[in-house]
């Protein structure tokens, strides 16, 4: 080994000469979760700056009533360090296109292997109606999801939390996107399909009508947290899991369709990695050295309020289980679990279902 | 042929047509009955049409292409590296990296957000289905220049400056001008910040000289990297610019609209060109080592890009809508880029600057003089010996050529308004913002800070409108404080506590590294507290000698 010339530097590249710093090839201006920073925080921390992080002037435009482009009041939770959380997900761009990309081709390959073997015209008749009429609602939930949450990612106060409420919002216009084509696309095989049926049924159909205000409840809320936490702790467990797990994911093959329930999985694997991330954030404030007492009685209060919502919703829902042939899942079983899953994330918070 | 049977033909299966796939989904919204959306962030704009959505494409072809494209930057990346890319770059390029990519990932995240606020704006979901994609692609753009700055800190000589950006960028006196750029698609009325001064203004006419004349130079200085990011980036631009297109064809066809468009369009091209063509302008004419004279200057790619096609082709077109266009903004900005000097005095200001800044900055060189001189005539009586000047000081043991009387620079006031200083000191104005003194670059920058961002604008009342506010003077901050302190508290100090991040030079030697006590013993000033404390007579007589100029003294 020779020394490392040091002047003059013929190359620029790392090593070619030292001097302070000539090794300083990490981010030094955050601290990691862990020992070492992940690739997620390496391009996401602090890219949003603020006041305390590392706004030298502070904001230096304002809107007519003098706040800045992000404040802490765009929720009614408190949190003394709102840097600290880091989305369990860790995604940023290139996983978030690798992972909705992929999902796209499962779910194309799906549908267009399925329509050449001639499996629409296989599906039960009673199943279709259940395809055209209450599938074709669903869409608009998931959509009015995506578009509530596409708002509140614009008010959070770090990258991260904007960030996971982002992709939450992608993945949500994704699957209703899907869920319309697909429609479209299997109503092509089947005769009298009615591809609108579906929105007549969101706007019009009184089963419907707990999912629709339970959702408008969400995208009008002001509150970007609340809209996050009532989506993936209450709306999610109670009427989205419930609806595609425990319905269409289980009907669909004893009913001769096995296309739906492959379009629908991505959505529960979505659920899950976003499920992660708000609990993340939300444990985060219910365990908060100055503010616990104050966010638990918010979060709670948030929690009878949408459990309200998604009950008379989930309520709503009930007769379509009974309206397939084939019938394997009973409303009042999956409802059991959907109850269980949301106590078991309430308790992860500290939170309790309220009784009905 | 059309006889033979393929196995395309045996396979093939009726889809639906693009066309009807976007207007199904364009069908996904519906008009709230129960509880209405919170209109949070509020417009002074009507929008009573729905816009149309011009690109007609949707998430199931879009993530695909997508992470085809990131397939091929980050594909092209490992083998930048395998080919030892870094051995062969031009170090007073990527120093100059170091500001552009501290500022360029926050406008972009900024973008995403605004996508929040105008898809809520927006009547039907015609265009939401657009603003969902720009939003996700704003997210890929900031996260992948994350991404590339990263690559760079770990594979570039110097990786000081690099390792401290994001903390950087909420610091610099250079920075603040990018603040500037992205705060302003997100904070105010929402339709001027998202759609008139990012989408119609910002990505239609200068992404063009920050996507595409940039990574032209890059490829010059051997750095193949960033042209690999920002193409690719750039070529998610067109979605973009046809949303904000549609947008503002449906805000056209409400005559009310067209006041605030006029101001917004004026405000949104004035304050580019202040900004961008400052930044971008002294990355590509300064970052540079290739004196190729037969290659455009950024003067004539300007008039290609922002003149030419923008003006000519974008613009111009709007008079028939009825919205007044000021045909003589875009002139004066054309003189200011040729006649004016304005980059070069930009490049100038932030090369007195170095010392609290967080990059190396080298001097120009007899090389570089020739060519300046061939593109823009008169250039060198201006600023050779200013450059001569900055190599000489270059070296430790001379005095910070920030407080060097001997070179004969006048320290310049900062623009209110734009936050670039008063740099063409002729046109330098002040003006007044409830009963506070205040100085402007330009008129039009007065206007912009006085009359635009205001709660009435020409009689009408402009509730929406945004404030300029904060600390917006950098020197203001740092008024009576020794710069070697100033620079500690900014944390553009090495790891050893003592060496600057910042170099006038590209000697990578300990030796010739400037630190803090090279530096120590000169006091920062700012210049509007110090022009406020003025009495009237002394402050007129001060500003009629500021709009005088100076000459550096010669460099011998």
């Given at each position: 080994?020779?020394?490392?010339?040091?002047?003059?530097?013929?190359?620029?590249?790392?090593?070619?000469?030292?001097?302070?710093?000539?090794?300083?090839?990490?981010?030094?201006?955050?601290?990691?979760?862990?020992?070492?920073?992940?690739?997620?925080?390496?391009?996401?921390?602090?890219?949003?700056?603020?006041?305390?992080?590392?706004?030298?002037?502070?904001?230096?435009?304002?809107?007519?009533?003098?706040?800045?482009?992000?404040?802490?009041?765009?929720?009614?939770?408190?949190?003394?360090?709102?840097?600290?959380?880091?989305?369990?997900?860790?995604?940023?761009?290139?996983?978030?296109?690798?992972?909705?990309?992929?999902?796209?081709?499962?779910?194309?390959?799906?549908?267009?292997?399925?329509?050449?073997?001639?499996?629409?015209?296989?599906?039960?008749?009673?199943?279709?109606?259940?395809?055209?009429?209450?599938?074709?609602?669903?869409?608009?939930?998931?959509?009015?999801?995506?578009?509530?949450?596409?708002?509140?990612?614009?008010?959070?106060?770090?990258?991260?939390?904007?960030?996971?409420?982002?992709?939450?919002?992608?993945?949500?216009?994704?699957?209703?996107?899907?869920?319309?084509?697909?429609?479209?696309?299997?109503?092509?095989?089947?005769?009298?399909?009615?591809?609108?049926?579906?929105?007549?049924?969101?706007?019009?159909?009184?089963?419907?009508?707990?999912?629709?205000?339970?959702?408008?409840?969400?995208?009008?809320?002001?509150?970007?947290l609340e809209q996050y936490f009532a989506t993936n702790i209450v709306f999610e467990p109670l009427v989205g899991e419930l609806f595609r797990s425990g319905f269409l994911m289980q009907v669909g093959s004893p009913n001769g369709d096995f296309i739906t329930p492959a379009v629908i999985s991505a959505a529960e694997a979505d659920y899950e990695r976003?499920?992660?991330?708000?609990?993340?954030?939300?444990?985060?404030?219910?365990?908060?050295?100055?503010?616990?007492?104050?966010?638990?009685?918010?979060?709670?209060?948030?929690?009878?309020?949408?459990?309200?919502?998604?009950?008379?919703?989930?309520?709503?829902?009930?007769?379509?289980?009974?309206?397939?042939?084939?019938?394997?899942?009973?409303?009042?079983?999956?409802?059991?679990?959907?109850?269980?899953?949301?106590?078991?994330?309430?308790?992860?918070?500290?939170?309790?279902?309220?009784?009905? | 042929?059309?006889?033979?049977?393929?196995?395309?033909?045996?396979?093939?299966?009726?889809?639906?047509?693009?066309?009807?796939?976007?207007?199904?989904?364009?069908?996904?919204?519906?008009?709230?009955?129960?509880?209405?959306?919170?209109?949070?962030?509020?417009?002074?704009?009507?929008?009573?049409?729905?816009?149309?959505?011009?690109?007609?494409?949707?998430?199931?072809?879009?993530?695909?292409?997508?992470?085809?494209?990131?397939?091929?930057?980050?594909?092209?990346?490992?083998?930048?590296?395998?080919?030892?890319?870094?051995?062969?770059?031009?170090?007073?390029?990527?120093?100059?990296?170091?500001?552009?990519?501290?500022?360029?990932?926050?406008?972009?995240?900024?973008?995403?957000?605004?996508?929040?606020?105008?898809?809520?704006?927006?009547?039907?979901?015609?265009?939401?289905?657009?603003?969902?994609?720009?939003?996700?692609?704003?997210?890929?753009?900031?996260?992948?220049?994350?991404?590339?700055?990263?690559?760079?800190?770990?594979?570039?000589?110097?990786?000081?400056?690099?390792?401290?950006?994001?903390?950087?960028?909420?610091?610099?006196?250079?920075?603040?001008?990018?603040?500037?750029?992205?705060?302003?698609?997100?904070?105010?009325?929402?339709?001027?910040?998202?759609?008139?001064?990012?989408?119609?203004?910002?990505?239609?006419?200068?992404?063009?000289?920050?996507?595409?004349?940039?990574?032209?130079?890059?490829?010059?200085?051997?750095?193949?990297?960033?042209?690999?990011?920002?193409?690719?980036?750039?070529?998610?631009?067109?979605?973009?610019?046809?949303?904000?297109?549609?947008?503002?064809?449906?805000?056209?066809?409400?005559?009310?609209?067209?006041?605030?468009?006029?101001?917004?369009?004026?405000?949104?091209?004035?304050?580019?060109?202040?900004?961008?063509?400052?930044?971008?302008?002294?990355?590509?004419?300064?970052?540079?080592?290739?004196?190729?004279?037969?290659?455009?200057?950024?003067?004539?790619?300007?008039?290609?890009?922002?003149?030419?096609?923008?003006?000519?082709?974008?613009?111009?077109?709007?008079?028939?809508?009825?919205?007044?266009?000021?045909?003589?903004?875009?002139?004066?900005?054309?003189?200011?880029?040729?006649?004016?000097?304005?980059?070069?005095?930009?490049?100038?200001?932030?090369?007195?600057?170095?010392?609290?800044?967080?990059?190396?900055?080298?001097?120009?060189?007899?090389?570089?003089?020739?060519?300046?001189?061939?593109?823009?005539?008169?250039?060198?009586?201006?600023?050779?010996?200013?450059?001569?000047?900055?190599?000489?000081?270059?070296?430790?043991?001379?005095?910070?050529?920030?407080?060097?009387?001997?070179?004969?620079?006048?320290?310049?006031?900062?623009?209110?308004?734009?936050?670039?200083?008063?740099?063409?000191?002729?046109?330098?104005?002040?003006?007044?913002?409830?009963?506070?003194?205040?100085?402007?670059?330009?008129?039009?920058?007065?206007?912009?800070?006085?009359?635009?961002?205001?709660?009435?604008?020409?009689?009408?009342?402009?509730?929406?409108?945004?404030?300029?506010?904060?600390?917006?003077?950098?020197?203001?901050?740092?008024?009576?404080?020794?710069?070697?302190?100033?620079?500690?508290?900014?944390?553009?100090?090495?790891?050893?506590?003592?060496?600057?991040?910042?170099?006038?030079?590209?000697?990578?030697?300990?030796?010739?590294?400037?630190?803090?006590?090279?530096?120590?013993?000169?006091?920062?000033?700012?210049?509007?507290?110090?022009?406020?404390?003025?009495?009237?007579?002394?402050?007129?007589?001060?500003?009629?000698?500021?709009?005088?100029?100076?000459?550096?003294?010669?460099?011998?």
């Amino acid at each position: 080994m020779t020394a490392v010339q040091s002047v003059p530097a013929k190359s620029g590249a790392a090593g070619a000469a030292v001097f302070p710093d000539s090794d300083s090839r990490k981010y030094r201006y955050f601290e990691p979760r862990s020992k070492r920073a992940t690739h997620y925080e390496d391009v996401t921390v602090d890219v949003q700056p603020d006041p305390e992080r590392y706004l030298l002037q502070d904001w230096i435009i304002s809107f007519p009533n003098g706040k800045g482009a992000y404040t802490k009041d765009n929720t009614a939770a408190l949190s003394s360090s709102w840097h600290a959380f880091r989305a369990p997900d860790q995604e940023w761009e290139r996983t978030h296109y690798q992972r909705q990309s992929k999902i796209e081709t499962m779910v194309q390959s799906v549908i267009a292997n399925g329509r050449k073997s001639g499996a629409p015209k296989g599906f039960d008749k009673a199943w279709v109606k259940i395809l055209q009429n209450h599938l074709g609602a669903w869409k608009h939930a998931e959509f009015g999801l995506g578009t509530s949450l596409m708002q509140a990612q614009r008010y959070g106060y770090t990258q991260m939390i904007n960030n996971a409420t982002l992709t939450n919002s992608s993945y949500k216009l994704r699957l209703a996107q899907d869920i319309t084509l697909y429609l479209a696309e299997i109503g092509m095989d089947i005769p009298g399909f009615d591809d609108a049926a579906g929105k007549r049924a969101w706007l019009e159909d009184k089963g419907w009508q707990g999912t629709r205000e339970a959702i408008e409840s969400i995208m009008g809320s002001a509150d970007y947290l609340e809209q996050y936490f009532a989506t993936n702790i209450v709306f999610e467990p109670l009427v989205g899991e419930l609806f595609r797990s425990g319905f269409l994911m289980q009907v669909g093959s004893p009913n001769g369709d096995f296309i739906t329930p492959a379009v629908i999985s991505a959505a529960e694997a979505d659920y899950e990695r976003n499920l992660a991330n708000t609990i993340d954030l939300m444990h985060l404030l219910v365990t908060d050295n100055q503010h616990a007492a104050h966010n638990k009685k918010l979060f709670q209060g948030w929690v009878n309020k949408h459990v309200a919502l998604a009950g008379k919703a989930a309520t709503g829902l009930q007769p379509i289980w009974s309206q397939p042939h084939s019938k394997p899942v009973q409303y009042a079983d999956v409802r059991a679990q959907s109850v269980e899953r949301i106590k078991k994330i309430l308790g992860e918070l500290g939170l309790v279902l309220p009784k009905e | 042929m059309s006889g033979t049977l393929t196995l395309n033909k045996i396979t093939a299966q009726r889809g639906i047509s693009v066309g009807d796939a976007a207007k199904k989904i364009a069908d996904l919204g519906w008009n709230p009955s129960y509880v209405q959306e919170a209109m949070t962030f509020p417009t002074d704009y009507k929008i009573a049409k729905a816009p149309k959505d011009p690109m007609k494409q949707v998430l199931r072809s879009y993530f695909p292409m997508q992470e085809e494209k990131d397939n091929r930057v980050y594909g092209a990346l490992d083998a930048a590296l395998r080919g030892d890319m870094f051995r062969n770059v031009e170090p007073r390029w990527v120093e100059w990296m170091k500001l552009f990519l501290a500022i360029i990932p926050f406008p972009e995240i900024s973008a995403a957000r605004s996508m929040a606020m105008v898809g809520r704006l927006a009547p039907g979901e015609d265009l939401r289905t657009g603003f969902t994609m720009q939003m996700v692609d704003e997210f890929r753009h900031s996260t992948i220049q994350m991404n590339l700055k990263k690559w760079y800190m770990e594979n570039y000589i110097d990786p000081a400056g690099f390792d401290i950006t994001e903390e950087a960028f909420g610091k610099c006196y250079a920075t603040t001008i990018g603040r500037q750029f992205g705060e302003g698609f997100i904070t105010g009325d929402a339709i001027t910040s998202a759609n008139v001064y990012l989408t119609v203004v910002a990505e239609t006419a200068f992404t063009n000289t920050l996507f595409v004349a940039m990574p032209s130079e890059a490829a010059r200085n051997g750095d193949y990297a960033l042209p690999t990011v920002f193409l690719s980036v750039q070529s998610d631009e067109s979605r973009h610019i046809g949303n904000g297109h549609s947008m503002l064809m449906s805000m056209l066809k409400e005559p009310e609209n067209h006041l605030l468009l006029e101001r917004d369009m004026r405000y949104a091209f004035w304050q580019n060109h202040a900004i961008v063509d400052a930044a971008i302008g002294t990355f590509i004419e300064y970052g540079t080592t290739n004196r190729d004279k037969t290659k455009e200057s950024y003067a004539e790619m300007w008039h290609r890009w922002i003149f030419e096609d923008y003006y000519r082709t974008y613009m111009l077109p709007l008079e028939k809508y009825g919205i007044k266009i000021h045909h003589d903004d875009v002139q004066t900005a054309w003189k200011r880029l040729t006649e004016k000097h304005y980059v070069h005095k930009v490049a100038q200001f932030f090369a007195v600057g170095w010392s609290a800044n967080f990059w190396r900055i080298e001097a120009q060189t007899d090389k570089d003089f020739e060519w300046f001189e061939h593109k823009y005539p008169g250039w060198y009586a201006q600023f050779g010996d200013f450059w001569k000047w900055y190599e000489k000081l270059s070296h430790r043991g001379q005095t910070n050529i920030l407080f060097n009387s001997d070179v004969g620079y006048v320290y310049p006031h900062r623009c209110w308004s734009c936050l670039v200083p008063c740099l063409i000191r002729e046109d330098m104005v002040t003006g007044e913002i409830d009963g506070k003194l205040y100085t402007f670059a330009h008129e039009l920058d007065r206007w912009t800070a006085v009359e635009a961002f205001a709660g009435e604008y020409q009689g009408r009342p402009t509730p929406a409108m945004g404030r300029f506010s904060g600390r917006r003077e950098w020197e203001s901050v740092y008024h009576n404080v020794d710069i070697a302190d100033a620079i500690k508290d900014l944390g553009f100090v090495r790891t050893d506590g003592k060496t600057l991040v910042a170099q006038p030079h590209l000697r990578f030697d300990e030796k010739e590294m400037w630190t803090l006590d090279d530096v120590r013993g000169h006091i920062l000033k700012s210049p509007l507290l110090t022009l406020r404390e003025m009495s009237p007579a002394d402050r007129e007589k001060h500003l009629a000698e500021y709009r005088k100029g100076f000459t550096i003294n010669p460099c011998n």
